[in-house]
């Protein structure tokens, strides 16, 4: 069956129900499963890769249980497709007492995994879409009362602006400002600036990213909300140049294996999990020879750039366009 994520509510852990939370926002994910588990004893975390390397010392698990144990929770974080098939072996064992929560990223329609719990008449799917400016503005106004910081709503927007839409990284912001603000020191736009600056290069390589998988109005949005100044234009370019060589490396196997997923999954060093589904885009649109063409432009770019530094903005901006709006070569 299918729940909003505001209805958890109505989740009772005791009646043995299996639940599958997917979705981008890791933040209120996080927070919903939290408060789930909170003062539950026996919790037990498993990465998807754990379980399916050792399925049977899984098992084994799932089956010992103490005398004192009444209920038992498994959490199993990251986990994709690969966890459908021993998902399913296990819920046709009936196990009493045993409560699974499998934490996702995005999964599509398509998903055989969303659509097991979906149509499930115990079990339940939970969607976590990103959140919504309003609503970031809401929990930041919230946070920041209940800890007596003075900011304008203005500031509050810039904060809200650099967090991607994940509460997770607007929290980790505010303890930012929060630990400043025990100075004593006044709280300014340029300090809140200075003070989430991290961001910045979550913003380059969220650019690159997303010109690399050829997603044009992304990386439009991207260049117009980030106020790059010259002295980024080379980390723009290296962050790049360095982004298409490891992709080239995998479209070389790609080209071998004709299998993306294993392409992806045997990545060294490893993809984090986050970024295998814009990977997988991001070999879908480039073959090897064009990616040696585009590493072989970004050395003349950046020559170009050093040249023409006062110009190096529009310079570097035109050139991710052209790249992110080139047909996709596989």
């Avoid at 009772?12 to 539950?40: P, V």
């Avoid at 050829?214 to 990386?219: D, E, I, L, P, V």
């Avoid at 970024?275 to 991001?282: P, S």
């Amino acid at each position: 069956m299918i729940i909003k994520n505001y209805e958890t509510d109505k989740i009772k852990l005791s009646s043995n129900q299996h639940l599958l939370f997917y979705g981008k926002n890791e933040g209120l994910k996080e927070e919903i499963i939290n408060n789930l588990i909170k003062n539950k004893k026996n919790i037990n975390k498993y990465e998807e890769k754990e379980i399916l390397v050792n399925f049977e010392a899984f098992v084994e698990n799932l089956l010992t249980r103490s005398l004192f144990e009444n209920e038992k929770i498994i959490l199993i974080r990251r986990s994709t497709e690969k966890i459908f098939k021993v998902i399913g072996e296990i819920f046709e064992k009936n196990l009493d007492g045993v409560t699974i929560i499998i934490e996702s990223e995005n999964l599509d329609k398509k998903s055989k995994l969303r659509s097991y719990f979906e149509k499930s008449k115990k079990n339940v799917a939970i969607a976590f879409y990103l959140d919504n400016e309003q609503t970031l503005s809401k929990i930041a106004h919230n946070i920041l009362n209940s800890k007596k910081i003075s900011i304008s709503p203005s500031n509050i927007n810039l904060i809200v602006n650099k967090c991607g839409g994940d509460r997770k990284n607007l929290i980790k912001e505010i303890e930012k400002i929060e630990f400043y603000s025990k100075s004593g020191k006044k709280i300014t736009q340029e300090n809140i600036a200075k003070l989430t600056n991290l961001n910045e290069n979550h913003s380059i390589a969220e650019l690159v990213d997303n010109c690399l998988a050829k997603n044009k109005n992304k990386t439009i949005y991207i260049l117009n909300e980030n106020n790059f100044a010259s002295e980024d234009c080379i980390l723009i370019i290296r962050t790049l140049l360095n982004k298409s060589k490891k992709i080239l490396k995998l479209s070389n196997q790609y080209k071998d294996n004709k299998d993306i997923n294993l392409t992806i999954s045997s990545a060294k060093p490893p993809i984090f999990w986050k970024d295998k589904e814009i990977t997988k885009q991001q070999l879908m649109k480039w073959n090897p020879d064009n990616l040696k063409e585009l590493i072989y432009k970004l050395n003349d770019i950046e020559l170009n750039i050093k040249k023409n530094i006062n110009n190096s903005v529009n310079l570097v901006s035109d050139f991710l366009l052209q790249q992110a709006s080139l047909k996709s070569n596989n």
